[in-house]
């Protein structure tokens, strides 16, 4: 109660309330629940402590950078020892909200048509990429035609660029498919995206049942098939029948602190020591899968994460000890809200994504 009276309190514009009105209103919030009645005088005193020194707080938060950023120090830190020139940036795009990016399910129904019909339902949207939208105003998933009938699913911009990094110019070995492994799949918006864009064999992995099961949901509502398994990535020998995959897209756990906008608790629930121990499970995971990968085969690397350990310097260890591998060129990397330098993303009109890191291995034709 006592943070929301503060939030409301803060010098804004335009005011949603007097701040007599707020405080008295908070305050009898605060008595009217059993579990906050006794520190209604508290909530009181603090309320009206801070319209008397709001100008002295004010400017004694702003001097601490966890305050003026509403992020832990050790994050803070760390974006701007891996981002130096655009760590501001990075900080502040991470506090703005979304926007509401879809992906058409193409083999449903053309975007064009989608977006004609949501402008008749009064829904306006953007193009974005190949099969994006940007809606105008953001809704309930429910209340936007089309998506019980599979024909969108919600995914950010940058995401969408998963599945296109990894098919592009991936061929399958002669006589049958491409054989696509998506590991660490759930809740499965790249294996369908995947499935979306190829006609291709794909097996979606994920360690968690339960997930697992938000992965068959969504293949049954866009109409899709993929082999879903509840198994451990990193132990091929437990689910693996042996045969060479053409593609392995690894979506890596990771610290997700390129999506704090749409989850702004990230920062908070994160420790300093989680981007090494993450680090450490992310290389476990690339050395297992990368031996089932067929030569001539591709694994697109990602993860959710601005920060170099989970990207960049994962990947140049993984390069410096490993002979068969080829570093191909693909989009990204994408920072919150900042223009990407990769000619790729021209097409985002709006260059509004999350932070995501992309790096495209290609296992030598002879290895």
Not at 89 to 114: E, F, H, K, W
Not at 127 to 132: C, H, I, K, V
Not at 156 to 173: E, F, I, M, T, Y
Not at 262 to 276: K, N, Q
Request: with cysteine.
């Amino acid at each position: 109660m006592l943070c929301t009276g503060l939030a409301l309190l803060l010098p804004t514009e335009n005011p949603m309330y007097p701040s007599h009105t707020l405080v008295s209103q908070l305050v009898e919030a605060t008595k009217r629940d059993p579990a906050t009645k006794a520190q209604a005088a508290f909530v009181n005193a603090c309320l009206r402590r801070f319209l008397r020194e709001q100008e002295t707080l004010m400017i004694q938060t702003n001097s601490v950078p966890s305050a003026k950023w509403n992020f832990p120090q050790w994050w803070i830190d760390l974006v701007r020892q891996d981002h130096p020139e655009e760590w501001q940036n990075i900080l502040l795009a991470s506090q703005q909200a979304g926007p509401m990016t879809v992906r058409v399910n193409q083999r449903l129904i053309s975007r064009d048509a989608l977006r004609l019909q949501w402008a008749q339902a009064g829904l306006m949207a953007d193009l974005m990429g190949e099969q994006g939208l940007v809606l105008h105003q953001a809704r309930p998933v429910h209340a936007i035609p089309g998506f019980d009938q599979g024909w969108w699913s919600v995914q950010d911009a940058g995401a969408q660029w998963a599945a296109v990094s990894l098919l592009k110019n991936l061929k399958p070995q002669a006589g049958r498919p491409l054989k696509i492994l998506d590991a660490c799949a759930a809740p499965g918006g790249k294996t369908a995206h995947l499935l979306e864009l190829a006609d291709a064999q794909v097996t979606a992995l994920d360690i968690d049942a339960l997930r697992c099961q938000r992965i068959e949901e969504n293949m049954q509502r866009l109409q899709l098939k993929a082999q879903v398994l509840v198994a451990d990535a990193a132990k091929p020998n437990t689910w693996w029948d042996g045969q060479l995959f053409d593609g392995i897209l690894l979506d890596a756990p990771c610290t997700a602190s390129g999506i704090v906008r749409r989850h702004p608790d990230i920062p908070w629930l994160r420790r300093a020591t989680d981007v090494a121990a993450l680090a450490a499970q992310q290389k476990e995971l690339i050395h297992a899968l990368w031996p089932l990968l067929a030569p001539g085969g591709r694994m697109l690397y990602c993860t959710c994460s601005v920060f170099a350990a989970e990207g960049p310097q994962q990947i140049k260890a993984f390069l410096a000890n490993n002979t068969q591998a080829n570093l191909l060129a693909c989009a990204g990397p994408f920072l919150p809200g900042v223009a990407s330098k990769a000619e790729t993303v021209a097409d985002n009109h709006s260059r509004d994504h999350d932070g995501f890191f992309y790096a495209l291995l290609e296992r030598r034709p002879n290895a």
